[in-house]
């Protein structure tokens, strides 16, 4: 069968998600390349160059995936997930990171395995919920999918990398969404992490416990999970502060500094205190593209990475801020269709996660430059500098263009 | 098929839900980074501001001080200082290391520096406003290991004549705290310089100009990037010249004949506008010193010496008036007590004179023998003075001195001129010594400028102007100007014309005939009219005082000089033969015709006293 033009661009099964991600990831190697305009040139001058390497490695994994047929995937994810978790045991052993073990070198090339986690994370907990016909309702039919994001979740944690690791969170909770586990019962799973979050304070946590208990109590689940959900959301309020103590000092002081950056203004605070002054004196119109102050004197840290919507904020004010927002949002609403639109189920929840994971990126990312979001260090979908990260971004994409496809 | 049908309808909802949610989360990030960049642009783009722009302040030159005859006592010369901007301690104390062997730092500077940091840390500090253009070359080739370091041109105060004018222009220093609290600094920012003492002091406003501004722009490092040019910069107006009515050669021409190592003063003053021709006071210090912060070595030695250089002894050291003050006497008596020049008292000077139980002695131990007033005022006889007070009284004699301004200080321009002492009223003894601790023969000490009454040497000068010119006193200041040239008629003589004549002539004999108490040390040229006085003191021998003015007839200069322990015995005076080479000298510089035949060179009987006096002129 010849294979003309119009096979090749509905073998990428949504050619314009696929113009929207590399319109994206043009305008972000050209925030890159003005994060390296700064008045002490360092390594971050260059780094624009190496995202444009990256990018081009990227659509050739993306090229290659929208190749693979579900079926295939669907056979070879425990397979994926297995050396994943691999991976992620051998950074504990072996990697490399400034405050972290998060980075393995392989040959020259610095890789983040968590990055490849997720998306394992994604494939299995979508080959475990995708084959169903029913939902699963009961609470403690769900032990595989948490299973399987569990092990990970620790792992990540242990290195310790909080953001990725919300991120499995993320991933499990909007699974079982998209897989229709019903929200109550989401709800009894995720409740001791809430009680976690809030033990930092007995009479909060107390608040949270009655409301977990009315639920309990109206809904009425099994004896069982009941009598479960109650045990650990008790035990997860009392484990709290124990844990808290365990936390990398570095951590708990950006966790506080979100509650008050002016505690810290010099340390911990300072990311954020100088994010708000750029994006604030941005105004409407921006400094200019390249020519942003704050960033150019080296206010604006990790102006590359986690904190390069502040440059966008600084240099193109609230005009530039609104055109990315909305190019993001359009680009994750297609992603959202493709999900809906799917009829294949292991595809569909492929689909969908990814639209989660990406969402909660640009919810954090962007949150967190103005002080909506503590500051976690999760990068900005195919804006911010980070070579795994956009390879990883672009398989997904891949991922989610073969749904497309196959729909 | 049902199942799965069922499946999709609620898939759809979900969908519908997320894409609710993704439409909250941006409208909710996008109003916050509104409220950021349209709400709070402003403050925000002050922050970024502030964030990386650090004022340096640019030194404004004072203006230089000359004399009437347009020497320079003071003035800004071009330097260049080095300063560092605000860092942690630190990379400060490594800068400061680093930089120790360009600029000749030691430890204590190095310490002096740091302080200066603690008190300001948000502002440059200064590390030295001394520095030679090849220092300034030396540190600028190595620009990349000093990132912190600021360089500038900082005018730099110099008095040429060095020790000889300290008490007349003081010297500028760092603004302390306390002054940066007060009023009159408002607008000065710490780490200005400003005058502390003197005519730096007095008219700081005049000499300050105006500290201009420049902006830097720094990194988040705190180092500087480059230049800012800001409409917010403003260039340094410098201060305004001022001239003083001082005459410099008169003031060097005291420092050189000023008996070596005594403790003393001179004051000078023109007594046809107030005018201060001169103000010494012994021992003196090297203004010089102070200058960009003296060292402590240095203010350790001025601080112990046990001369107190820092006094000014001209205006803000009390001394018993002594025998200078029996013209006060003289002054009342003749206005409230028709007293003439040639009116004797009851007893004549056996060398003591009765009053109760007490013997009031006399200088002179065998007595004066018979003096009318003016004989009384050219040998300084006590007795005649002592009944001269009774007669006047003791309440006519408190309220007489009072009004002619003895207990107020001149009005002199400079800081810290202090009052002269003279009870005020009988209720003053009361409180002083109890209602019965007293009797009426303290009016017999006051009569002779001892006891309770002590007086500045500017405070005497100034009343011995209203001797020498209309019965009014002049007002003592030092800056050229019309304005405050004046008499001050509420402290006026109340004397007519021809008794304040017959003052004059007494204090003629005094210096220009045998028996004067001065008569071995009259100037050759000019008729000085004047007074001698011995102060008694707890502190050892008698002072000397001399105060008086030339020429007689016609004054140009009135003088008042002291020397502390300066008359050991009641024969020699070292104040005498210093007012009169002083006044010699003047008027020969300003070409004042002798007023009378030149006499042949003297020479005084005994002498044993040192100060160039052999051979007065």
Redesign the interface.
Known sequence: MRRDRADVLTGLGDPVLLAGALLLAVLGIGMIWSAGQV??PSGVTGAWRRQLVWLCVSIVAFALATRVPLRWLEWATPWIYAFSIILLLAVLVVGGGPNTRSWLRVAGFSFQPAELAKLATILLLARLLGLR???QTGLFDLWKPVLAVVVPFLLVMAQPDLGSALIFVVILVSAL??A?TPLFTIFMLVSPGVSLILGFSAAVWGVWFVIVMVGLYLRRPFMGEAVAVALSNLAAGALATPLWNRLAPYQQRRLLVFLDPDIDPRGAGWHLI?S?????????TGQGFGLG??KR???LPEQHTDFIFSVV?EEL??IG??VF??LL?WF??RV??V??ESTQGFG?LIA?CF??VW?AH??IN??MT???MPVTGLPLPFISYGGSFLLTTFVGLGLVCRTAYET | MRGGEAVRLSRVRRARAAAALLVVVILVLAAAFFRLQVLGAGSYELQSRNNRLRPIPIPAARGAVYDRHGELVAESIPGYSLSLLPAPPDSALATLGRLAPYLSLESAGIEAVLERRRRNPQLPVLVRDDLSFEQVAAVEERRPEFRLVVIGTHPRRRYPPGSVVAHVIGYVGEISESELDSDEFVEYEAGRIVGKQGVERSYENELAGVAGTRYVEVNARGSIVREFPSDLARSARPGRDLTLTLDLALQQFTDSIFPEGDRGGVVALDPRTGGVLLLSSYPSFDPNLFVGGITEADWAAIRDDPGRPILNRAAAALYPAGSTWKLVLATLAMRENSVGIDTYMPTSCRGALQFGNRAFRCWRPEGHGPLDLSGAIKESCNVFFYQLGLRIGLDPLLSGVNGLGFNQATGLDIPGEISGRFPQSREWYDQMFGRRGWTESVVLNLSIGQGETEQTLIRMAQFYSSLATGGSPVVPHLLQSEVLEGVRESWALGLPEARRKELVSALVRVVNEPGGTAYWYRPREWTLAGKTGTAQNPHGEPHSWFVGFAPADDPRIVIAAIVENGHPDNRTSRAVPLASQIVSRYLRSEGVPPDRPIEEPVQPPTLGISGGVEGVQ
């Open positions: 008045d002490l016909k029913e939902p969404f998209w229709g100088q708000k002054v750029a994006i604030g004196s941005g105004g409407v102050p704050q004197l080296a206010f904020g004010g609230l801020v609104l927002l909305l949002a994750l609403r959202l269709r999900a809906a569909s969908f639209f989660a969402f640009l919810v962007v949150g103005v002080g909506l």
